[in-house]
């Protein structure tokens, strides 16, 4: 479904993807794990044609992305930071969104899931860090799309909220979906992934299922095998 390509991007004097190569197939849950700092958003980004790679081409379903707009209606995307203008509120900005995009969309379901019916009418600026994520997922989940590009989904939320997005996703996946993630959140990865690939000086690390890392680096905790991995590459 997606394929990058010998994709190079530097900001300044900074190398952050280095002729990096992946193919995610169509269909699952798959993760793009990495240090801070490793190029994951800058990689989901230059999907989305928000940074520009110096070298190399990214194919989405078989086409280019490069210089082009439409592919983007059949993606669903929630950024990693989420700047809403803080005096409009919460049902301000869903109907702002809803009427940007030309797609039938069930916010309501997902307000009642995050428990949200009582903010609807409360200014954005008011709100703490994880009630805001809660409408960003409201935003990201509401429209019907065959790929969902997830940038640190759980950053702020509380346990019965990440319960909720993990059973989301999950769903989501049942019904066919492609969903892209990054989190630090290892538990998460640990029951949803189907497949990981591990960010490291812009190159891809490691690809494969979790059960492939744990056997590859000797390991049986996620965790563990994770780090495992980066200290062989540093020892
Ligand atoms: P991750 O999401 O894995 O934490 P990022 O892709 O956000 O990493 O960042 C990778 C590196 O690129 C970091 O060192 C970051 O500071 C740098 N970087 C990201 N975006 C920009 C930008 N617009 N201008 C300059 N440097 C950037
Ligand atoms: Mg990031």
Sequence with gaps: ?????????????LIVLDGLDLHI?????FAVLGPNGSGKTTLIKSLLGMVIPNKGDIFFNGKSVL???DYRNDLN???????FPPNLTVIELINMVKNLRPKKANEKEL???????GFLQKKLGTLSGGTKQKVNLVL???FDSELIILDEPTTGLDPIALIHLKDLIQKEKDKGKT????T???SVVDELADEIVFLLDGKIYFKGSIDALKKQTNNTNLERAIANLISKQYA
């Design 179 to 182: 969903i892209l993630i990054t």
């Design 140 to 142: 990201t989940f509401m």
């Design 1 to 13: 479904m997606i394929e990058f390509k010998k994709l190079h991007k530097k900001f300044g004097k």
């Design 25 to 29: 197939a169509k269909g699952g849950i």
């Design 77 to 83: 995307y929630l950024p990693q930071i989420a700047n």
């Design 67 to 69: 210089k082009k707009w």
């Design 184 to 186: 630090h959140i290892m």
């Design 111 to 117: 307000i009642e899931l995050f428990g949200l019916q």
